[in-house]
C-alpha cells in the first residue's frame, strides 16, 4: 500500500533515494522496482531485519535487481549519517509524528537531499488523527511507547517544511478507506486486535489492497480529501540552496 505519489515525486531511473523510517520497506521496494538506487533507514531493529529479509525474497523471485539497494541500516533522523546533498529525492511516511525533535529530523532530511531534489512526507492528517486520540490514550504517547507525539494541522506541517528550505509543491490525502478501520481499533482498544469487527475490517482492508475493486478505488478518491487518513507534502529544494539550510 503506497501513500506516496511517484508521479509527483518525479522519480527517474538511477535516481539515487533515501526513505528515512521506512519501516518494512513499501516504499524503497517499488522505487527499487522503478530502477531507482535505494537506502533504507529505520530507528526499529526489527523492522531493519524485516526490511532486509523481505529484500533477499524479492531479489531470489527476481522481482528487483539487488543492484537497486546501496544499503538497509538502522539509524536516528535527526542524526543521519550521510554527506550533504547525497540523495536525488528524500521520503519519510508515517516517521515524524514520532519523533520529539521533528524540526531538526526535516532540517537532516533536507541537508542530505541535492539542490533541484524532491522531497516528500508523510503524516496522519489532522481530523482523522484527532479523533483516534479522543478515543483511546493508548494510542498515542506518553501511554504508547513510541506512538505519536503530536497532531499536525496542515498549516503546522507547511510552515516547518519551508523553514527547513523547501519550497512546496503540492499536497493531497490518502486512505480514506483506512481511517474507520483506526476509529473502530481505538474504540476497542488499540492493541484489541482479536476483536470479531477489527478482524473482519482488517479482512477487508487486506482484500482490498490484493484486489484494488474499481467500487473501492473510487470510493477512496471521492473520500480522501475530506477523511483521507494521511496527508502528504511534496517539495523541492531550491538548486540555489545553501547546502546547509537553517532552521527558522
Known sequence: MLTIRFDRLDLRPGDRVLDVGAG?????FECARRGADVVALDYAEDEVIETRATLGAMVDSGEIDI??????????????????????????????????DDVTAIAEMVRVL?????????VPAWGPEKINWMLSDEYHAPKSVGGH????????????????????????RAHALHSPYWWLKCAVGPRNDDHPMVEKYRSFLEWDIVEQPTSTRVADKVLSPVLGKSIVFYGHKPADADPEPGIA
Open 24 to 28: 518494512f520497506g513499501r516504499h524503497v
Open 67 to 100: 543492484a537497486r539497494f546501496k544499503g538497509v541500516l538502522r539509524g536516528d533522523a535527526t542524526k543521519l549519517p550521510f554527506a550533504d546533498g547525497s540523495f536525488d529525492k528524500v521520503i519519510t511516511s508515517e516517521v515524524l509524528e514520532h519523533i520529539q
Open 114 to 122: 541535492k539542490p533541484g531534489g524532491t522531497f516528500a512526507a508523510t
Open 149 to 172: 507525539v503530536r497532531i499536525y494541522s496542515k498549516t503546522e506541517l507547511a510552515a516547518k517544511l519551508r523553514s527547513s528550505g523547501l519550497d512546496l509543491r503540492g499536497s493531497h
